[in-house]
Nanobody, 122 residues
Framework: QVQLVESGGGLVQAGGSLRLSCAAS????????KGWFRQAPGKEREFVAD????????YYADSVKGRFTISRDNAKNTVYLQMNSLKPEDTAVYYC???????????????WGQGTQVTVSS
């Protein structure tokens, strides 16, 4: 059974940092790009960051550029999201997924994890 499991979320003050992890099991996704999305209450799921299969190409939403860094360790089948200078508007459930089609919208991704809650207090 293919499964992605996110971890590392929590409560942090504005300006703080968190590092999210997304571990895959049941299948190796080392040749696939992966991405992070987030969804705040009452809002649609939005793209955060994407990383190519070998880590050579990364892409970020404008809202997180310069503050978040996506990385991956294919030996561990894990992708990470380092989040610095966090803001209250970053509060959301964060999800990872595997990109199986062109584009950075949610429909281009599959094998979604269950998400991890990030709450940033002001």
């Amino acid at each position: 059974q293919v499964q992605l499991v996110e971890s590392g979320g929590g409560l942090v003050q504005a300006g703080g940092s968190l590092r999210l992890s997304c571990a895959a099991s049941g299948r190796t996704f080392s040749t696939y790009a992966k991405g992070w999305f987030r969804q705040a209450p009452g809002k649609e799921r939005e793209f955060v960051a994407d990383i190519s299969w070998n880590g050579g190409i990364t892409y970020y939403a404008d809202s997180v550029k310069g503050r978040f860094t996506i990385s991956r360790d294919n030996a561990k089948n894990t992708v990470y999201l380092q989040m610095n200078s966090l803001k209250p508007e970053d509060t959301a459930v964060y999800y990872c997924a595997v990109r199986t089609a062109l584009g950075y919208g949610p429909r281009s991704y599959e094998y979604w994890g269950q998400g991890t809650q990030v709450t940033v207090s002001s």
